[in-house]
């Protein structure tokens, strides 16, 4: 018989092996939900970050706008004092 | 029984067994029926699953791999015959499956839709553990002491272990086309569906690996058994 043969012959009985039962059932779920947590918290910690970051940015801005309003307004309040002296 | 249905008349032979096959093809149209509603009924309930489960309902997904899980395991075990991997691949594709939930347009049966996850997940691990260079031990003498007249009556697992261990030695894209149009019995367009590739493709890639299995024979000076 040539080999081609053989190897044919040989894949057909190989088809009616059975394979060995498996049930992994209860291993998929438990990593799809262990991935489910890891992508939530991964998920979660850029709205920290953000959320930080946003809060110190509208901390300085604060602390920037007093400065310039006080800026500002000083030689303005020098001004109105002088006029209200010459008023009086 | 057929002259009961008839009283009164005599019924030649030939025209009771007219009858008699008649009142049979009845009755098998009306189970082909009811298997055609079963069916049905039973793709209904797992595209209703499907639905489910992409809505993150672990108790549809779990029925899910318990319908498929049998399916999916006898296709991974021509990729693997260890046990613990073998179980390890047959888990990656329902992971894989319910992560890639969302691009299955349901066209096709779910357990078409796995079919080609388990063949890309199994090609992968034997291009994996090519690249490693982890090839299984063969040796052709046991090829040649195999019975020339009777390999029909061989044990079914030792077949299939001995052309695993055989297609081991080919590179994993002859040996993926060989596996499957040989030990899973795919025709073109099936194995076409499974791998990805076209139905040309898969001829021309069909044709190479028998030469380069040939080839193998050959280098073993083995040549053509006759």
């Known amino acids: 018989m040539k080999n081609e043969s053989l190897f044919e012959a040989l894949s057909a009985r190989a088809r009616s092996e059975t394979p060995p039962s498996v049930d992994v059932s209860g291993r998929v779920i438990a990593i799809l939900n262990a991935e489910q947590s890891r992508i939530e918290q991964l998920t979660e910690k850029p709205l920290l970050w953000l959320a930080a970051a946003s809060s110190a940015f509208a901390v300085s801005a604060v602390v920037i706008a007093i400065m310039v309003y006080n800026a500002s307004t000083g030689p303005l309040y020098e001004i109105s004092q002088a006029i209200s002296w010459v008023v009086q | ?226």
């Open chain 2, 1 to 226: 029984m057929v002259l009961s249905i008839l009283p009164g008349r005599i019924v030649s032979l030939r025209a009771e067994r007219l009858l008699v096959e008649l009142v049979y093809s009845l009755m098998d149209s009306e189970f082909v029926a009811e298997d055609r509603q079963k069916t049905n009924a039973s793709l209904a309930a797992e595209l209703h699953d499907v639905r489910l489960s992409r809505q993150g309902d672990s108790d549809a997904y779990t029925r899910l791999i318990k319908q498929h899980q049998s399916q999916v395991s006898r296709m991974l075990w021509r990729f693997s015959r260890d046990p613990l991997v073998h179980e390890e691949l047959v888990q990656d594709v329902f992971v894989e499956a319910y992560l890639s939930l969302r691009s299955y347009r349901e066209k096709a049966p779910f357990g078409h839709w796995l079919s080609r996850i388990a063949t890309r997940i199994g090609y992968r691990y034997w291009k994996q553990i090519a690249r490693r260079g982890e090839t299984e031990s063969f040796s052709l003498a046991e090829w040649d002491q195999l019975p020339d007249k009777s390999p029909d009556e061989m044990d079914p697992g030792r077949a299939a272990d001995l052309l695993h261990r055989l297609l081991a030695q080919l590179r994993p894209r002859d040996r993926l086309v060989l596996t499957l149009r040989y030990l899973e019995g795919c025709d073109v367009a099936e194995t076409a569906r499974r791998t990805g590739w076209t139905k040309s493709l898969v001829k021309i890639q069909s044709l190479r690996a028998r030469k380069r299995l040939k080839k193998l024979f050959a280098q073993a000076g083995k040549g053509l058994r006759e």
